[in-house]
């Protein structure tokens, strides 16, 4: 299982651009790479999932180099609901033993 | 589409009590999944079910145990309670969206909150 190493929290304003990066240096050939929102009381939800190069959705983009070794979740202009915590999460398709970590603390301040 | 369900929303129990979690989707997926998240730290597997008739391990099983019932519903026990028992849980299932090329979503219910005393 690839372990992910990601910020344990970061701070931003209303409108700015957050990049949050996710380290997974032991990623195997056949894994994604998946990032999840939790907000409080609530269950993790899906942003956005890719396998290499570049991927976008209509809330996020997902940067990932060559090597595959790490991912950069990107939020455009960023508002106060978007604070929340951000998972990175790695593992392939049929894996079904998912390991999250303790994720990224995203504080939006006005 | 109620997608994934879990009963009850919250509960208190005394040590050595039992109880049962229950977890159902609406979404026709194979696998689910029972995970603990304790304050301020990340989701950890309790078991996983990859198809109906088939439970695995996860990372934290000690103390519970799982029903596959059926393709649509999961549920956890606790047999003997204990206070180092006390997170929310969340049920998950796993889907393939067609939005999604080639990947695949896990699908988070709203959770139970366990205190034991």
């Known amino acids: 299982l690839a372990k992910t190493t990601q910020p344990i929290s970061m701070d931003s304003y209303e409108g700015q651009e957050v990049n949050i990066t996710c380290s997974h240096n032991n990623i195997a050939t056949n894994d994604y790479i998946t990032w999840y929102q939790q907000f409080p009381s609530q269950g993790p939800r899906f942003i956005i999932q890719g396998y290499k190069t570049k991927v976008t959705n209509e809330v996020a983009s997902l940067f990932i180099p060559a090597d595959r070794k790490s991912s950069t979740l990107s939020l455009p202009r960023v508002s106060l609901s978007d604070t929340a915590v951000y998972y990175c999460?790695?593992?392939?398709?049929?894996?079904?033993?998912?390991?999250f970590g303790p994720g990224t603390r995203l504080s939006v301040l006005p | 589409n109620a997608g994934v369900t879990q009963t009850p929303k919250f509960q208190v129990l005394k040590t050595g009590q039992s109880m049962t979690l229950q977890c159902a989707q609406d979404?026709?997926?194979?696998?689910m999944y029972w995970y603990r998240q304790d304050p301020g730290m990340g989701l950890r597997l309790i078991y996983y079910?990859?198809?109906?008739?088939?439970?695995d391990k996860g990372e934290v099983p000690n103390g519970y145990n799982v029903s596959r019932l059926n393709k649509r519903e999961f549920s956890l026990r606790l047999e003997s309670a204990a206070p180092s028992q006390t997170s929310v849980y969340f049920c998950a299932s796993l889907g393939f969206p067609k939005r999604i090329r080639l990947g695949y979503e896990q699908y988070f219910g709203p959770g139970t909150r366990l205190t034991v005393t």
């Open positions: 079910s990859a198809s109906e008739g088939t439970t």
């Open positions: 979404m026709n997926h194979n696998s």
């Open positions: 999460l790695v593992g392939p398709n049929y894996g079904q033993n998912f390991v």
